[in-house]
């Protein structure tokens, strides 16, 4: 006899609505009984539609706190809604790059329809921590505003999910398992290595033999010595298996790489607050490239040689302008780079020196995919600490690392050196941000309310500070078009556009898990020939942007806040 499926009644949780990057809440929420049963109903049956029955899904995540329980549930839900495979990563642990690959390469010839991903990203995981469900396409990307919006109609309206709840699956161990679920068929659940076919991948796109002769001092005379923070998330055992066993690196510069439920208490975010042990270690000179990794595995920080600081605008900027040296891009034609609309300008240099398309973007990777698909764009990438390429439809931090090491074993120069002559070739785009975490909901939106009733206002009115005046040209709220099908994205960040090109953005985070985060981000070019200016100190020459930023909105009195939570 097979095993039964129970039709559990249920009623819907107000605000399971998936925001920039899936449904990310704190931990005991998604804890309540039946929380994430209906969450992942309505994923099964929006996400899949018609194609349900039958249908395969890759399933897995960062490992944080509650991932074990909530691989459980997918499963039972799964075997009970007629899926005919989840294809599981052992311990229910996969990064979202691994992931997004397992989509896309297919499982046993037959088309993969998606994946579930279990990560609340860069947040803090734990028990009082937070955790979120995603929802991937066929193409291995994120779902796209249509179909998050239909599951999330879904929710409001649940009565009943479908669960085998007698299933019991060892996704510990690697292998095959079967079962009969009454009424509904075969299901089957593959239990895989978790990083094998991502290092397959990864050894198809970069030159592995020359990065090793690089890190062994062969090309240049001087061994390179790395230091990367896997910041206890999903990266830790990758980058073990490809920086030591197949590049040569020495164990002890990989720090955290023990993936933990609760991140080792930490706050898994490559930037430099949160991944300050790294940048006070680079200051003692020993190592060439600092990387840190986010929860997930898909953000990246890269460093240089006593903490040298590559705003990601620039690292996607310079991968770009460098992408002859990898491997990959050699037998692909490149037709263009994206850039999510808050990062910094300097890729759009990169395209246009290139005779190449670039295109902005709203915030999220989501944005990115119909671009990939249409084979429009190779390289994209976001001041958040995302770079990636259309090799898979997730941002990718380890891709980033290697796209550094194989750049910098052709051009056998610093990272520094390759920055800075990047900006003497096309100027520079000082670019900053600042987050105002956790604050009261009510007055975020009442901030923004107020900006955006101005915006008509300031266009043509001249900005001061500290003796600089700006003078602006463009003040909205930027709505994006997709190219491809044509869906309109609105309401996607405030923008104050400067005559010079600078630009103030004031958004709204769609990844917290409560109250609001106020993001302010500031772009300021500095042309290549103005040399005095050119290698300051980036928050020196943002400062009366910030100034002027922070009095126009009137940050204090909205949030009570004197200082932000972050600056990157
Ligand atoms: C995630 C998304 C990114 C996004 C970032 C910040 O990492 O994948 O695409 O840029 O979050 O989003 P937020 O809405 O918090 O600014
Ligand atoms: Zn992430």
Redesign the pocket.
């Known amino acids: 006899m097979g095993i039964a499926v129970v039709e559990t009644p249920t009623k819907p949780f107000a605000g399971q609505k998936p925001g920039?990057?899936g449904l990310r809440k704190r931990v005991p929420e998604f804890q309540q009984q039946n929380y994430t049963e209906n969450f992942v109903q309505a994923i099964l049956d929006a996400g899949l539609g018609s194609k349900k029955k039958g249908s395969q899904l890759v399933v897995g995540g960062d490992g944080r706190f509650l991932s074990m329980e909530a691989t459980n549930v997918i499963i039972k839900i799964a075997a009970a809604n007629g899926l005919s495979r989840l294809i599981v990563g052992q311990n229910g642990f996969l990064s979202t790059p691994a992931l997004s690959n397992l989509i896309r390469k297919g499982h046993e010839g037959r088309v993969v329809d998606g994946g579930i991903i279990l990560t609340a990203?860069h947040n803090p995981g734990g028990p009082k921590g937070d955790f979120g469900i995603k929802f991937n396409c066929e193409n291995g990307g994120p779902a796209p505003d249509q179909v998050t919006d239909a599951i999330y109609q879904i929710t409001t309206k649940i009565d009943k999910y479908l669960i085998a709840k007698d299933l019991e699956c060892d996704f510990t161990q690697v292998g095959r398992y079967e079962y009969d679920i009454e009424g509904v068929g075969h299901f089957v659940v593959d239990v895989i290595d978790s990083v094998t076919e991502y290092i397959n991948l990864m050894q198809k796109i970069f030159d592995f033999p020359k990065i090793k002769s690089l890190l062994a001092g062969e090309l240049t005379g001087r061994k390179l010595r790395v230091l990367l923070d896997s910041m206890h998330g999903a990266t830790g055992p990758y980058i073990s298996t490809i920086l030591v066993d197949h590049l040569g690196a020495d164990p002890s510069d990989l720090l955290r790489t023990v993936p933990k439920p609760d991140f080792g208490g930490g706050h898994p975010d490559p930037n430099l607050t949160y991944a300050k042990t790294l940048v006070e270690r680079l200051h003692t000179g020993e190592h060439d490239l600092g990387a840190a990794f986010d929860g997930d595995g898909d953000?990246n920080m890269i460093l240089g040689k006593n903490g040298f600081f590559v705003c990601p605008s620039d690292s996607l900027a310079v991968i770009a302008d460098n992408i002859d040296y990898i491997p990959y891009f050699k037998t692909r034609k490149v037709a263009g780079f994206a850039r999510?609309m808050p990062t910094a300008g300097a890729v759009d240099l990169v395209a246009k020196a290139k005779g190449l398309q670039v295109y902005e973007t709203p915030?999220?990777?989501k944005y990115f995919g119909n671009l990939m698909d249409a084979g429009r764009i190779a390289i994209c990438g976001?001041e958040?600490f995302?770079t990636g390429s259309d090799h898979i439809r997730e941002?990718d931090g380890v891709w980033a690392l290697l796209a550094w090491l194989q750049i910098l074993a052709d051009r056998k120069e610093s990272v520094e050196e390759i920055v800075t002559k990047h900006w003497q070739k096309y100027g520079r785009n000082v670019f900053t941000r600042y987050d105002y975490e956790n604050v009261d909901a009510a007055g975020a939106n009442l901030l923004m309310t107020f900006l955006e009733a101005q915006l008509p206002a300031f266009v043509g009115r001249d900005f001061s500070a500290n003796g600089v005046t700006y003078k602006v040209a463009v003040a909205d709220n930027f709505q994006y078009t997709d190219p491809v099908d044509g869906s309109v994205a609105t309401k996607q960040g405030l923008r104050i556009v400067f005559e010079d090109g600078s630009r103030l953005v004031f958004?709204l985070?769609?990844?917290?898990s409560a109250g609001a985060?106020i993001?302010l981000y500031v772009d300021s070019y500095i042309p290549s020939n103005d040399t005095s200016r050119l290698l300051l100190p980036a928050h020196e020459l943002l400062k009366p942007l910030v100034l002027i930023a922070l009095d126009t909105c009137k940050m204090e009195q909205f949030t009570n806040r004197k200082a932000p939570t972050v600056i990157t």
């Open positions: 920039t990057s990203s953000r999510s915030t999220g990777w976001e958040s995302g941002k958004r985070s769609g990844t917290g985060t993001r």
